[in-house]
C-alpha cells in the first residue's frame, strides 16, 4: 500500500523559509513524478512543483526563483525548499506521486505552512 507523509509545515514571519519533506512508503511500479501542490483557504488545489524521475523540475510561476524541489530515490523522499515566503503562500501543502505509465495519482494528507505578515 502506498503512503505519502508530509512533514515540515509551521508558522514563519515574511521573509523565512521552510523545508518540507515527503516520504514515500509502499511499492510504485514504473517510473513516477513527485510533486507539491497547495491549498490556500478557500481555494483549489493548483501545482507548486514537479520532478520526474530523471531530475526534471518545473515549478508553477510564482515560485520560480524562491521554491527548490529535490527527491532522493534512495530513500524515497521528496523536499521543497520554501525561501522568501509570503503571506499568500499560506495553505495546506501537499506530497503528490504521479504515475506515469497509466496517470494514477497519491496523495499525502498535507501540512499547513502559515506565513505572517
Known amino acids: 500500500q502506498v503512503q505519502l507523509v508530509e512533514s515540515g509545515g509551521g508558522l514563519v514571519h515574511y521573509g523565512g523559509s521552510l523545508r518540507l519533506s515527503c516520504k514515500l512508503s509502499g511499492t510504485i511500479i514504473g517510473i513516477y513524478t513527485m510533486g507539491w501542490f497547495r491549498q490556500p483557504p478557500g481555494k483549489e488545489r493548483d501545482m507548486v512543483a514537479t520532478?520526474?524521475?530523471?531530475?526534471?523540475?518545473s515549478y508553477a510561476e510564482s515560485m520560480k526563483g524562491r521554491f527548490t524541489i529535490s527527491r532522493d530515490n534512495v530513500k524515497n523522499m521528496v523536499y521543497l525548499q520554501m525561501d522568501s515566503l509570503k503571506p499568500e503562500d499560506t495553505a495546506v501543502y501537499y506530497c503528490?506521486?504521479?504515475?506515469?505509465?497509466?496517470?494514477?495519482?497519491?496523495w499525502g494528507l498535507g501540512t499547513q505552512v502559515t506565513v505572517s505578515s
Open positions: 520532478i520526474t524521475s530523471d531530475d526534471r523540475t
Open positions: 503528490n506521486v504521479h504515475q506515469d505509465w497509466r496517470s494514477k495519482d497519491y
